[in-house]
C-alpha cells in the first residue's frame, strides 16, 4: 500500500492558498474600523477544554445562539454549515452520515462511520441526528479519523453533542415557536440552579413539538409526514471534596414519524421542482423511537501531576416501524419490524503531566451492545408473511494513549495508538407464515484492529498556527439480516488512512479568523448496499464490502467582525473522489469519481446583525447554504449504468427576535426562496427487482415561516 499521496496534496494546497487569498482580502477593507474582536472558541476536540485556535485538526463549533439564528434545529441541519460534513436523511429512523466523504451507513445493519457523541458519550445509532436538540450548549464536529480520542467507529470524524451545564444562581427558560407550512407547533422549558449550597447544581429541560407536516398523503389522506415528539432531560452536578466533580445526566424521549418514507417519483424526474412532494405509497409508514439515556462522568485529581476520569454511559432505543417494502401503489410489499437495542459503556483515563513540556493522555474503554432486530414482510397479493431475524452481542474491549510533547519553544509533537479487539455474535433466521427460529444459524466475527495517529504543529505567531496530522480509523462489520442469500450474512469492517495539512489564524488585530485544511484520504473495504440474486433468482438488498477510493480536498472557515454589530462567517469545501478498486462494479454507475450523496462542492455564507433599537435589542441573521451537484443511490433505466445526478441546491434560512428585558418575539423563516431539492432519491434499479421500473425520493422541506417567543430569567 503507498502511504504517500504523491501530488495530489500539492494539489490541493494550491487551491488552499486560492481559497485563502480569496477569503483574506476583505479583511483589510475592515481594518481601524472598530476595536471588538471575535470571542475565543472553547472546544473538547481532544479530550480537554483548549481554544479551537490550538486544536492540530479541522473542528467546528456552532454554539446555541447560532443555531437558534440559522434555524438549526438538529444535528442534521447542522451539515449545512460545516465543510465537509454531509447528512441525508428518508425518514426519523435513520439518517446518512459522512465527512470528507467517510462513513456513509446506509442501513441499520452496518454500524455509523462518523462516531456521533453527547456530551462525549458514543451513541450507536445515527438517527439521533434527526432528534431535535434539547438543552444544548454546542456542537463540534472533528474532521478525520479520531480514534485515539474518542469511543469507536470514528472512521469519518466525530460529533460531538455538548450539554448546557447547570447553574448556579438560579436560572430558567420557558419558549414556543409556531410554524404556518407545516402548522408545527413547539413548547420547551427549562430551569436550573443550586440543589445544595456549595454541593450540588441541578437542571431540568423538556420540550414537545408537533407538526402536521409539509406534504400529503394521496392514498389515505392527511400529512404524510407528520410528526410529534416529547422529551425530558435531566443534569446534575455534584463537588465532591476539594476537587471532585461528578457529572449526572438522564433523559427520555419518543419521537413518532414516518420512519422511511420514500414514495413513487412521477415520470421517474430528477427534477425536483416537478414532483409535488405528496405520497403515493399504499398506506402512511410509521416510526416510534423510545430513547433513554443515563450516563456519568467523575473528574478529580489522583496526585499534583495527574487527574482522573470515569465515565459510565446507558442508551437503549425501542424501535417500531412499519414500511411500504414495494414503495409503489398498488399494494404489495408491506414491512412490520421492532429493533431493541441496549447498549453499555464505560472508560477510566488518566492524564499525567510528567514535565512542563510533556503530557500523557491514556484510558482503557469497554461497551456492550446487544441489538435484537425482527422483521416482518407482509405480500398482500398471496395472503403470506415471511420473517427475518437478526440477534447481535457486540463487545469492543480498547486501550489507547496519547502524548502530547513540546519539544522546542513554538513547536508540539503529538501522537496516539489505540488497539481494540472487537468480539461480535450474530444469530440471524427466516422463517415463512410464523415466526420461526428453529433454523437459527449463529456467526462471529473477532477483530483486532490498531489505530495510529502522529500530528505535528508549529506557532510561526500569536496569530498563526500550521500543523501535519496522519490518522488511521476503523469501522466494526457485521451481520446482514436473516433472509440474505448464503454467503453474505456477514460483511468484514472497513478502514481510512488520513493526511492533513492545515492552519488556524487570527486577522485583522482579532477581529476575524481563518482556519484552512487540506487532506487526502484512503478508504478501504468500503462497507455499502447492493442488489445480489437469491436462490428463487430475486433480487435481495445486502450489506458488503465494495472496494476501495481515495478523496482529496480542500476546506475553509471564515469570519469577520465588520463593526459591533456585523458579523460575517463562511465555510467551503471540495472534495474530489478517484476509485481504486471496484470488483463489484457499483462505482461505475457513478463515473468511478464520485460517491452517493456527496458534492463535490458545498459552501455557506451567514451574516448576523444585533444594535440597540429603542427600549430593546435587535439579534438578526441569515444563513446562505450552497449544494452542489451529487449522485443518488440506484441506477436509471433503460441501462441501468448510471446513478441519477440531482442538481444543486441554495437555500436560505432567515430570523429576527426583538428582546426588550427577559422578553424574546421573534420572526423565523426556512427555506425562504422555496428552494425544490431532494432529501435523498433513489434510482428505477432498485424496484426493478419486483417488476416496475420505478424511481423513489423523498422530497426537503420548502418554505416555512413562524413566530417564536421566549421568557427567560
Excluded at 514535565?355 to 441489538?371: I, P, V
Excluded at 462542492?601 to 451567514?606: E, P, Y
Aim: proline share 3%; glycine share 10%; hydrophobic share 40%.
Amino acid at each position: 500500500m503507498n502511504y504517500y499521496p504523491s501530488n495530489k496534496l500539492f494539489r490541493a494546497g494550491v487551491a488552499a492558498g486560492c481559497l485563502c487569498a480569496s477569503f483574506a482580502a476583505p479583511v483589510s477593507h475592515a481594518q481601524n474600523t472598530t476595536q471588538v474582536v471575535l470571542e475565543e472558541v472553547i472546544v473538547t476536540a481532544r479530550k480537554t477544554e483548549e481554544s479551537l485556535k490550538d486544536v492540530p485538526s479541522a473542528v467546528s463549533a456552532i454554539n446555541a445562539d447560532s443555531m437558534k439564528g440559522m434555524g438549526l434545529n438538529t444535528v442534521a441541519d447542522i451539515g449545512n454549515v460545516v465543510p465537509g460534513l454531509r447528512i441525508n436523511s428518508d425518514g426519523d429512523s435513520r439518517a446518512f452520515v459522512q465527512i470528507r466523504g467517510i462513513g456513509i451507513t446506509l442501513q441499520t445493519p452496518i454500524q455509523p462511520g462518523v462516531g456521533f457523541f453527547m456530551d462525549g458519550i458514543y451513541v450507536p445509532y445515527t438517527s439521533a441526528v434527526n432528534n431535535n436538540l434539547l438543552d444544548t450548549a454546542q456542537v463540534e464536529v472533528i474532521r478525520g479519523p479520531q480514534g485515539t480520542l474518542f469511543g469507536k467507529n470514528t472512521l469519518g470524524g466525530a460529533i460531538n453533542v455538548i450539554s448546557k451545564e447547570p447553574t448556579e444562581e438560579l436560572s430558567g427558560e420557558v419558549s414556543t415557536r409556531w410554524a404556518e407550512a407545516d402548522d408545527s407547533v413547539g413548547l420547551s422549558a427549562r430551569v436550573s440552579g443550586t440543589i445544595i449550597d456549595d454541593k450540588l447544581l441541578g437542571s431540568v429541560a423538556v420540550a414537545r413539538d408537533e407538526s402536521d407536516g409539509f406534504f400529503k398523503h394521496l392514498t389515505v389522506g392527511g400529512g404524510w409526514d407528520a410528526r410529534e415528539s416529547s422529551a425530558i432531560k435531566s443534569a446534575f452536578k455534584w463537588f465532591v471534596g476539594d476537587d471532585g466533580v461528578l457529572r449526572f445526566n438522564a433523559s427520555y424521549g419518543e419521537y413518532e414519524g414516518p420512519g422511511v418514507a420514500y414514495t413513487p417519483v412521477p415520470n421517474n424526474d430528477t427534477d425536483a421542482s416537478n414532483f409535488d412532494g405528496d405520497s403515493r405509497n399504499s398506506f402512511q409508514t410509521e416510526s416510534l423511537a423510545k430513547i433513554t439515556r443515563i450516563n456519568g462522568t467523575y473528574n478529580a485529581p489522583m496526585t499534583e501531576r495527574t487527574d482522573l476520569a470515569l465515565t459510565l454511559g446507558y442508551d437503549k432505543r425501542d424501535l417500531t416501524e412499519s414500511q411500504d417494502r414495494d414503495f409503489v401503489n398498488p399494494d404489495i410489499l408491506r414491512g412490520n419490524g421492532n429493533i431493541d437495542e441496549d447498549f453499555l459503556q464505560s472508560e477510566i483515563r488518566f492524564e499525567t503531566q510528567f514535565t512542563d513540556d510533556f503530557r500523557l493522555m491514556y484510558a482503557a474503554f469497554y461497551s456492550e451492545q446487544s441489538n435484537a432486530d425482527t422483521a416482518r414482510t407482509d405480500v398482500i397479493p398471496a395472503a403470506m408473511s415471511t420473517f427475518a431475524t437478526r440477534d447481535v452481542d457486540d463487545k469492543t474491549y480498547s486501550v489507547y494513549a496519547n502524548a502530547f510533547w513540546s519539544f522546542a519553544e513554538s513547536w508540539e509533537l503529538s501522537g496516539g495508538l489505540r488497539y481494540d479487539k472487537i468480539e461480535q455474535e450474530g444469530t440471524l433466521s427466516s422463517s415463512a407464515g410464523t415466526l420461526d427460529r428453529s433454523n437459527a444459524i449463529t456467526y462471529k466475527l473477532d477483530e483486532s484492529p490498531v489505530s495510529p495517529m502522529v500530528s505535528l504543529k508549529k506557532y510561526w505567531s500569536d496569530d498563526l498556527m500550521t500543523y501535519a496530522t496522519v490518522a488511521k480509523g476503523v469501522r466494526a462489520g457485521g451481520f446482514n439480516g436473516g433472509a440474505v442469500p448464503s454467503g453474505f450474512e456477514t460483511f468484514d469492517g472497513d478502514e481510512v488512512k488520513s493526511f492533513e495539512l492545515g492552519f488556524k489564524s487570527t486577522l485583522a488585530e482579532g477581529r476575524a479568523t481563518l482556519n484552512m485544511a487540506v487532506f487526502f484520504v484512503e478508504h478501504e473495504d468500503i462497507i455499502l448496499n447492493d442488489l445480489v440474486p437469491d436462490e428463487n433468482n430475486q433480487l435481495v438488498v445486502v450489506n458488503r464490502n465494495q472496494g476501495s477510493l481515495e478523496n482529496w480536498g480542500v476546506e475553509g472557515e471564515f469570519n469577520i467582525l465588520l463593526s459591533s454589530s456585523w458579523q460575517l462567517g463562511a465555510g467551503l469545501s471540495y472534495i474530489s473522489t478517484d476509485i481504486t478498486d471496484d470488483p463489484t462494479g457499483t462505482f461505475a454507475a457513478f463515473n468511478n469519481e464520485a460517491l452517493l450523496f456527496q458534492p463535490e462542492w458545498t459552501a455557506n455564507l451567514t451574516a448576523a446583525y444585533s444594535k440597540d433599537i429603542g427600549v430593546g435589542r435587535l439579534e438578526s441573521m441569515l444563513g446562505v447554504f450552497y449544494t452542489g451537484k451529487q449522485y443518488a443511490s440506484g441506477t436509471e433505466a433503460p441501462s441501468f449504468t448510471r446513478a441519477p445526478e440531482l442538481d444543486a441546491s441554495v437555500v436560505g434560512n432567515l430570523s429576527a427576535d426583538y428582546i426588550i428585558g427577559n422578553v424574546s418575539v421573534g420572526i423565523f423563516a426556512n427555506n425562504i426562496t422555496d428552494e425544490d431539492y431532494w432529501s435523498s432519491y433513489i434510482g428505477e434499479s432498485v424496484l426493478s427487482a419486483i417488476g416496475f421500473e420505478q424511481a423513489i425520493g423523498v422530497k426537503a422541506a420548502p418554505r416555512n415561516i413562524g413566530l417564536r417567543a421566549s421568557y427567560s430569567f
